[in-house]
């Protein structure tokens, strides 16, 4: 009976080492992977919610800069509420993730990553054009970085050297280069801009 008692507590023991020896070589990386996937899906969830965001500025009108009408997209800031628009008034209430609080300049840095609008120059052109970026805001949080522009188009690259919120993509169109792909092979056309 003892020896039966030895044999079933050492069998015990192999399994619960022969766990451990997985979780340390396969199961940490599968958690630090799960991590990454999950940054990564909220931060193309926070683009998305920038789109929406920009889209109720827009028709809303809130900037106007030119009178005639057809209102312009926003700052992050603007977005936030965090800055008046130049009528001297914020906007009734902050329509970005997290609002004011999650602001670090005209950046919004939340789950891990670094957000930022880039609006082109002329009353005109941020009637219809704007860009949101999103990047990591630390190494080993995210592999990549996005790009989403007027219509909602997502693109994806590598983060490359874009690790930092003060390492950030420089402004360009989405997508900058060849470098980028669809995010998840993904077409959506949901336009916020004014009509060329």
Same mark, same amino acid.
């Given at each position: 009976?003892?020896?039966?008692?030895?044999?079933? +507590?050492?069998?015990?023991?192999?399994?619960?080492?022969?766990?451990?020896?997985?979780?340390?070589?396969?199961?940490?990386?599968?958690?630090?992977?799960?991590?990454?996937?999950?940054? !990564?899906?909220?931060?193309?969830?926070?683009?998305?919610?920038?789109?929406? &965001?920009?889209?109720?500025?827009?028709?809303? &009108?809130?900037?106007?800069?030119?009178?005639?009408?057809?209102? !312009? @997209?926003?700052?992050?800031?603007?977005?936030?509420?965090?800055? =008046?628009?130049?009528?001297?008034?914020?906007?009734?209430?902050?329509?970005?993730?997290?609002? =004011?609080?999650?602001?670090?300049?005209?950046?919004?840095?939340?789950?891990?990553?670094? @957000?930022?609008?880039?609006?082109?120059?002329?009353?005109?052109?941020? !009637?219809?054009? @704007?860009?949101?970026?999103?990047?990591?805001?630390?190494?080993?949080?995210?592999?990549?970085?996005? #790009?989403?522009?007027?219509?909602?188009?997502?693109?994806? +690259?590598?983060?490359?050297?874009?690790?930092? #919120?003060?390492?950030?993509? =420089?402004?360009?169109?989405?997508?900058?280069?060849?470098? @980028?792909?669809?995010?998840?092979?993904?077409?959506?056309?949901?336009?916020?801009?004014?009509?060329?």
């Amino acid at each position: 009976m003892r020896a039966r008692t030895v044999l079933i +507590a050492l069998g015990a023991l192999l399994i619960v080492s022969g766990a451990v020896v997985w979780m340390a070589r396969v199961g940490a990386k599968n958690l630090v992977g799960s991590g990454q996937v999950q940054a !990564e899906k909220s931060a193309v969830a926070t683009l998305r919610a920038l789109h929406w &965001a920009q889209g109720i500025f827009r028709q809303r &009108a809130y900037l106007d800069a030119d009178g005639n009408g057809e209102g !312009e @997209f926003g700052t992050l800031r603007q977005l936030a509420a965090a800055d =008046p628009l130049p009528s001297g008034s914020t906007i009734p209430a902050p329509l970005t993730p997290g609002g =004011p609080a999650q602001l670090d300049g005209e950046l919004l840095v939340t789950g891990g990553y670094c @957000f930022r609008i880039d609006l082109p120059e002329g009353t005109h052109a941020r !009637e219809r054009r @704007f860009v949101a970026w999103a990047w990591p805001m630390l190494e080993g949080i995210g592999t990549r970085r996005y #790009c989403l522009d007027q219509d909602e188009q997502i693109w994806e +690259a590598p983060a490359g050297p874009h690790v930092g #919120c003060q390492a950030g993509p =420089p402004p360009s169109t989405c997508p900058p280069d060849a470098g @980028f792909v669809r995010w998840r092979g993904k077409t959506n056309l949901r336009p916020v801009g004014a009509k060329p």
